[in-house]
């Protein structure tokens, strides 16, 4: 885990009732002082917060995995020709 991924844990106090508490992985403990008080606070256990993105951002993220593998060259065909650039035109353009 990186410097940004520290979760947040959730505690309930008897008095003040629950907050939060972004904490390591190692000091996630059973027990944590309350901002409010200081008494000490239980951990509650909940659902982990997992954010619904956009279809844009899925596809985005999908390309970027996908990009990480190199992609496979082929070899042309006997006979078939390879493209070739376009006569006076831009150098990068392919020509058909």
């Known amino acids: 885990m990186g410097a940004t991924d520290v979760p947040y844990y959730e505690f309930s106090c008897e008095t003040c009732g629950p907050f939060e508490r972004l904490l390591g992985l190692g000091e996630a403990g059973e027990s944590a002082s309350c901002p409010g008080c200081s008494s000490p606070a239980r951990r509650t ?35 078939v020709s390879s493209p070739r650039l376009v006569q006076g035109g831009r150098p990068w353009q392919v020509g058909h």
Not at 58 to 63: V, Y
Not at 70 to 77: I, M, S
């Open 45 to 79: 256990y909940s659902m982990p917060n997992v954010a619904s993105v956009s279809r844009d951002t899925k596809k985005a993220r999908l390309l970027n995995e996908k990009g990480v593998e190199p992609a496979l060259a082929k070899k042309p065909e006997p006979g």
